[in-house]
């Protein structure tokens, strides 16, 4: 009857369809906290890199060139945004890119020349120092990953921080 659809029925299948859409909801949580972990673990791998930690210092030409100057790596890596700043917060090389055109662009969040002491990808309190999770932009959230230019043991003093980034799809 009526009374037992109303009452019985659609509370249970309100119930269900509830607790389909909080495991839905936690699986793209998980999902999301998996991109975060393993853009961080890609940074990791050029912050803690001796190569970088010396470019930071003398601006090698055949680092930049080996490394830098393609837009390959980005684009197949799909990270449009990677940073290296020396200890003072400046930046040494920047490309902020349009995948699809190849284009640099700006976003304010990620400042061409310095970045200030409190911006959200420098200041932490974080024993290792590093930063992760999710920057909101003019262009749409970002995952981000910063992280402290280390040699490769992680060993040996911080020579500034490597920034990466790269949109939610």
Same mark, same amino acid.
């Given at each position: 009857?009526?009374?037992?659809?109303?009452?019985?029925?659609?509370?249970? %299948?309100?119930?269900?369809?509830?607790?389909?859409?909080?495991?839905?909801?936690?699986?793209?949580?998980?999902?999301?906290?998996?991109?975060?972990?393993?853009?961080?673990?890609?940074?990791?791998?050029?912050?803690?890199?001796?190569?970088?930690?010396?470019? #930071?210092?003398?601006? !090698?030409?055949? %680092?930049?060139?080996? !490394?830098?100057? &393609?837009?390959?790596? %980005?684009?197949?890596? !799909?990270?449009? #945004?990677?940073?290296?700043?020396?200890?003072?917060?400046? #930046?040494?090389?920047? &490309?902020?890119?349009?995948?699809? &055109?190849?284009?640099? #662009?700006?976003?304010?969040? %990620?400042?061409?020349?310095?970045?200030?002491?409190?911006?959200?990808?420098?200041?932490?309190?974080?024993?290792?120092?590093?930063?992760?999770?999710?920057?909101?932009?003019?262009?749409?959230?970002?995952?981000?990953?910063?992280?402290?230019? &280390?040699?490769?043991?992680?060993?040996?003093?911080?020579?500034?921080?490597?920034?990466?980034?790269?949109?939610?799809?």
């Amino acid at each position: 009857s009526l009374g037992v659809r109303h009452f019985v029925l659609a509370p249970s %299948f309100r119930s269900l369809e509830y607790e389909e859409a909080l495991k839905n909801g936690n699986r793209c949580v998980q999902a999301v906290e998996r991109e975060i972990d393993h853009l961080n673990s890609v940074c990791l791998e050029w912050s803690d890199w001796d190569d970088l930690h010396q470019y #930071v210092v003398d601006r !090698n030409e055949g %680092f930049h060139q080996a !490394n830098l100057a &393609t837009t390959e790596y %980005f684009q197949r890596a !799909n990270l449009p #945004v990677m940073v290296i700043l020396d200890v003072n917060n400046r #930046v040494v090389w920047m &490309t902020c890119l349009d995948l699809e &055109t190849l284009e640099q #662009v700006e976003l304010p969040e %990620f400042p061409r020349d310095e970045f200030p002491a409190d911006h959200p990808l420098i200041r932490t309190n974080h024993p290792k120092g590093y930063i992760n999770g999710i920057l909101l932009t003019e262009r749409g959230p970002m995952l981000v990953a910063s992280r402290p230019i &280390t040699t490769t043991d992680a060993q040996g003093e911080r020579r500034g921080r490597f920034i990466m980034s790269r949109y939610i799809n």
